[in-house]
């Protein structure tokens, strides 16, 4: 299984940008899957999450211009930002809980992460 995450990029405050996180490979069932970001100098913190059956959560930073959803037809998670500001500046990585087979637990993975960089 892995995950790839892209979409970053450079942008200027106030834009947006969408990040996708796929999966790919012997995969069951994709159930929870984060977002997470990491500023320089900074803890990785979880930006937005969303579960199998669709609860989504967001850190308060971000909540009213972030948006996760996710397409399970094609083990893909989304990740909208909108007004982006200055201090959203990060390395984001997506984090996903998957099942390989049908009576298998659910195993942790990592997918690299994307740049995103705003300008003031």
């Known amino acids: 299984v892995q995950l790839q995450a892209s979409g970053g990029g450079l942008v200027q405050a106030g834009e947006s940008l969408t990040l996708s996180c796929a999966a790919s490979?012997?995969?069951?069932?994709?159930?929870?899957v984060g977002w997470h970001r990491q500023a320089p100098g900074k803890q990785r913190e979880l930006v937005a999450r969303v579960l199998s059956h669709g609860s989504k959560t967001y850190a308060d930073s971000v909540k009213g211009r972030f948006t996760i959803s996710r397409d399970d037809a094609k083990n893909t998670v989304y990740l909208q930002m909108n007004s982006l500001r200055s201090e959203d500046s990060a390395v984001y990585s997506c984090r996903a809980f998957i099942a390989v087979r049908e009576r298998g637990g659910y195993g942790e993975y990592w997918g690299h992460g994307t740049q995103v960089t705003v300008s003031a």
């Open positions: 490979g012997s995969i069951f069932n994709v159930g929870a």
